[in-house]
């Protein structure tokens, strides 16, 4: 018998330890997240898979990857310094403008970050309590009582996930420069950075969501002031960059995806094709007709567009002052995962079937997208 695990082990590889698959269908498999960077568009997506166009996406480079996880998006505060995240708590970091890709965390670092802050939040409900104790308020001692069983219950979850080694995905990224970011993912992993990733912490006490629910992404909606929305129609808002978080009466209970802002004019968007529309900065939401009734994932705003992409071909675009919606099927049927514009004004969406290239005004455009040959 010992024979076969050996070799069933041997064939197992990591992950987190294989690098990416030099592939010629890198564009044709797929992708869960786009971005520009000045000129250059980069993609990520299963397997590890990045890829890089600088011809508004008619050509794409695959980069060298350490990990073949999923990557389930891509963000970059300037053209050099850009981070990927995705399964098995995986965040990458690239320095030259998406073609190479290093490490910086794994699940088991964030494993191992919950468990640190968990014993801490455990810590301070034991001083806590002592103190109440001592003062003789026995609503007080009940408090905190209550919040000691809690941060045990906590500790003894996150010492769990560490030995059992599940390790959850993130599912958004979002850096302010190239030192401040953070990662938020499944069951409200919210990890911040103020380091360019050399260190990553767990910084989930910030935000007000007990039950650990999905944080689905992170969006900018002001100079200072950051989104995090997820299941359950969760909304939470930051005015500080992230030090401090509220969380805001939301106009919908399902799972939402994303917001974008362009001004004071905001879009929110999740589940069966709800979209949300705020022209105060996110205060009031009245809910929009678009005429789809698809799951909407992702949104970009662009000089003469919003575009809101999602399940089985489904674009819904809008004017420049975000209103106005026209949904549009792709044909094909495809779902998308995300969209970014092209320097030249169109749009790269990218989803289950790869890249596709969309004229807001005209509609697909038909032509072969190609790999490049890269120096992998």
Do not use: C
Not at 6 to 33: C, E, S
Not at 55 to 81: I, K, M, R
Not at 321 to 343: C, D, F, I, N, Q
């Amino acid at each position: 018998g010992l024979f076969i695990t050996g070799a069933a082990i041997a064939a197992w590889q990591d992950p987190l330890q294989t690098p990416a698959m030099a592939t010629q269908k890198a564009h044709q498999t797929l992708l869960l997240d786009v971005i520009r960077v000045n000129q250059r568009l980069v993609a990520v997506g299963g397997h590890g898979n990045i890829i890089y166009s600088d011809n508004n996406g008619e050509t794409w480079v695959q980069a060298s990857v350490p990990v073949s996880v999923t990557l389930t998006a891509v963000y970059f505060p300037s053209g050099d310094f850009g981070w990927a995240v995705g399964h098995d708590g995986i965040i990458l970091h690239s320095s030259d403008g998406g073609k190479t890709w290093s490490k910086q965390f794994d699940g088991y670092m964030a494993n191992d970050a919950i468990v640190a802050g968990a014993e801490q939040k455990k810590e301070y409900a034991m001083a806590r309590l002592e103190e109440a104790e001592d003062s003789g308020d026995d609503i007080a001692v009940e408090d905190a009582e209550v919040a000691l069983e809690d941060a045990t219950f906590g500790l003894e979850d996150a010492m769990y996930d560490q030995e059992t080694g599940s390790t959850k995905p993130f599912l958004d990224v979002w850096f302010y420069d190239a030192k401040r970011g953070f990662a938020v993912g499944a069951y409200g992993m919210f990890f911040y950075t103020s380091d360019g990733g050399e260190s990553w912490s767990d910084a989930s006490a910030r935000l007000n969501n007990p039950q650990r629910l999905h944080i689905n992404a992170i969006a900018p909606v002001g100079p200072q002031s950051l989104v995090v929305v997820g299941e359950m129609g969760m909304i939470l808002r930051s005015d500080d960059l992230g030090e401090s978080w509220t969380l805001q009466e939301s106009p919908y209970d399902g799972s939402l995806f994303g917001v974008v802002a362009k001004g004071d004019t905001q879009l929110l968007f999740g589940l069966r094709g709800h979209v949300y529309q705020s022209l105060d900065g996110g205060v009031v939401w009245d809910e929009m007709d678009t005429g789809s009734e698809q799951t909407v994932l992702s949104g970009v705003v662009a000089q003469e567009h919003t575009l809101l992409v999602g399940n089985a071909g489904s674009v819904v675009v809008f004017d420049e002052s975000m209103s106005a919606p026209k949904a549009t099927t792709v044909e094909g049927r495809k779902g998308y995962a995300a969209a970014a514009e092209t320097s030249d004004g169109k749009f790269v969406l990218v989803g289950e079937a790869g890249v596709m290239r969309l004229d807001a005004n005209a509609g697909l455009i038909h032509q072969t997208i190609t790999m490049a040959a890269g120096d992998l």
